[in-house]
């Protein structure tokens, strides 16, 4: 069982950035990988960003790309997601989300491939 506590989210302009903290706490040993979501109301959780852990490997989706990077602390088991140039549309829950899992170009964006989640933060960019 691994637990997930985000933190980091809050309100800015468009064009501003914010930064997300996931701490990881528990069967930490057991995550392959270690991602960020996004949910607004009415659709569908969205896959942002994830990390292949203690590597560089990792996988955007098309709508933050050159934007947000995710990044990790191994030594606290945390992951961040930095959020750069941030757009009225990025405005969501934030989800921080974990698995054992291997996943590939075709399945990381799928929640469903996540075992574990977060409670989320909320993010929210103005015009």
């Known amino acids: 069982q691994v637990q997930l506590v985000e933190s980091g989210g809050g309100s800015v302009q468009a064009g501003g950035s914010l930064r997300l903290s996931c701490a990881a706490s528990?069967?930490?040993?057991?995550?392959?990988?270690m991602g960020w979501f996004r949910q607004v109301p009415g659709k569908e959780r969205e896959g942002v960003a994830t990390r292949y852990t203690r590597s560089s490997f990792t996988y955007y989706g098309d709508s933050v790309k050159g934007r947000f990077t995710i990044s990790e602390d191994n030594a606290k088991n945390t992951v961040y997601l930095q959020m750069n140039s941030l757009k009225p549309e990025d405005t969501a829950m934030y989800y921080c989300?974990?698995?054992?899992?291997?996943?590939?170009?075709?399945?990381?964006?799928?929640?469903?491939?996540?075992?574990?989640w977060g409670q989320g933060t909320q993010v929210t960019v103005s015009s």
């Open positions: 528990g069967y930490t040993s057991s995550v392959k990988w």
């Open positions: 989300a974990a698995t054992a899992k291997w996943l590939n170009v075709v399945n990381w964006y799928s929640a469903k491939e996540y075992s574990s």
